[in-house]
């Protein structure tokens, strides 16, 4: 009897469907008429949504407050914060482009942002600057500073194999931190960890400097995935930038090169640009005195000059004093 009210309601509907269109094709046309409206209806409130976000954050509203203002779910919370972001980098890309092109006006265009990137550099005063500036100012980073100190130390006397050792469990040390792991909980899956840059809107929708921080997400995303993390079963990565290869031996080629030891500090770094703009904080770095770091470019200038003469590490591994110089 349910089986027959139910049939019953169901063809009282259609009729008045068909009656109101009067043909199929019209009713075709009106159901895509409702599904455009709808559509354009939930693009508006994604819209509404996103500004919202971005005034929140902007006024210096915490994320969790702002989460929990204009979303009930996870997968809300994806939506809007995605279009946040995207509303936020297409709006200053807009503001950059009529700097560019006004006279008189040194800007630095899209394609010499992502130049930046590949800048890595191991001078003393850097090296000094990123530890003070960032590393022990950063939470996500903090706890391995000792371990940082010991890869630079062992990159500066050439030993370029415990330099990568040294600093490869630290990237994903510092990732899961960043999502939220300590000592007591389960680690996360290490898929997550993988795609970890891939969800920058969620963590933060509107970043400090959002050109820069796209850039260098985007950057840290393609390391990851199609070098560092990449399954073995997938293919070589380049050079053997691999953890799994470090990690496991797997095979019997050099990954402990002065090059991968660059290209591991290139995205060490990269995460410390993330993190500031995320954390939408007054850089630390430019607050650095030089008398806060005078004691450390001394002695990574010491090491250096070490050398100068025949080391154990110059013996042993056929390296020079070349391979250092800054």
């Given amino acids: 009897m349910e089986e027959m009210r139910s049939l019953h309601r169901l063809l009282t509907l259609l009729t008045i469907l068909i009656y109101e269109c009067s043909y199929i094709n019209i009713v075709s046309t009106n159901c895509v008429k409702i599904s455009s409206i709808n559509q354009k209806s939930i693009m508006a409130k994604s819209e509404i949504k996103a500004n919202e976000i ?53 800007a630095t265009s899209n394609e010499q942002v992502t130049e930046i990137i590949g800048r890595a550099t191991f001078h003393p005063h850097l090296r000094a600057l990123q530890k003070k500036g960032r590393i022990e100012k950063l939470d996500y980073f903090k706890v391995f500073s ?16 415990s330099c990568y050792l040294t600093l490869l469990p630290v990237i994903e040390g510092v990732i899961i931190r960043w999502m939220g792991y300590t000592e007591t909980n389960t680690k996360p899956d290490f898929e997550d960890v993988r795609k970890f840059f891939k ?23 393609k390391i990851l995935n199609n070098h560092f993390y990449k399954p073995t079963t997938s293919g070589n990565s380049w050079a053997n930038f691999n953890r799994h290869v470090a990690s496991h031996l797997l095979n019997d080629n050099q990954f402990g090169t002065k090059e991968n030891c660059i290209r591991l500090f290139i995205l060490f770094d990269a995460m410390t640009e993330i993190a500031v703009y995320e954390s939408r904080i007054n850089d630390p770095k ?13 002695l990574y200038g010491n090491v250096i000059l070490d050398n100068m003469k025949t080391t154990p590490e110059q013996t042993m591994f056929g390296t020079t004093f070349l391979d250092i110089k800054v």
Avoid: M
Avoid at 79 to 95: G, H, P, Q
Avoid at 287 to 298: P, T
């Fill in 199 to 221: 969800n920058y809107a969620q963590r933060q929708p509107c970043p400090y400097n959002i050109l820069f921080h796209n850039v260098y997400v985007k950057a840290c995303d």
């Fill in 286 to 298: 430019f607050n650095i005195r030089d008398e806060e770091i005078e004691n450390d470019i001394n």
């Fill in 146 to 161: 000792i371990l940082i100190d010991a890869a630079i130390l062992s990159y500066y006397r050439t030993n370029f194999i």
């Fill in 54 to 106: 971005i005034t929140k954050i902007k006024q210096g509203k915490s994320l969790d407050s702002v989460k929990s203002e204009v979303s009930n779910t996870p997968d809300e919370w994806f939506k809007y914060s995605n279009k946040a972001y995207n509303t936020y980098l297409k709006k200053v890309k807009k503001e950059r482009k009529g700097i560019e092109n006004r006279k008189h006006v040194s």
